[in-house]
């Protein structure tokens, strides 16, 4: 079911897609649209993915945090801290069920 809302999660959209939504941090995630803002300090393990191929997705935190990203779950990141205003992208490979980001 997820799948048939995949352009939800599209870089390009209309007006008929769902605005960007604010997730508040845990160690599990589950984004429903390409962008979304994240407020509070817990880390992220895990993000569930919102369709099952390949996708990418655009995070925004509200605050400079150290440690947002947490690498046991199911997130490869080069760095781990989340800059405030700056976007994140994050790509999802359904090979590995991993997301990469820098």
Do not use: W
Not at 6 to 13: D, F, L, P, R, S
Not at 17 to 28: E, H, L, Y
């Amino acid at each position: 079911m997820s799948d048939l809302l995949h352009q939800n999660i599209a870089t390009v959209q209309s007006e008929q897609q769902p605005k960007p939504v604010t997730i508040a941090t845990a160690a599990t995630i589950a984004p429903t649209t390409f962008l979304s803002f994240l407020t509070s300090t817990t880390a992220i393990k895990t993000i569930t993915p919102p369709v099952t191929g390949a996708h990418m997705l655009c995070f925004i935190f509200t605050t400079t945090q150290s440690g947002q990203f947490l690498t046991t779950g199911n997130i490869t990141a080069a760095t781990t801290t989340g800059v405030a205003n700056a976007p994140r992208f994050l790509v999802y490979d359904p090979l590995t069920a991993k997301y990469y980001t820098t």
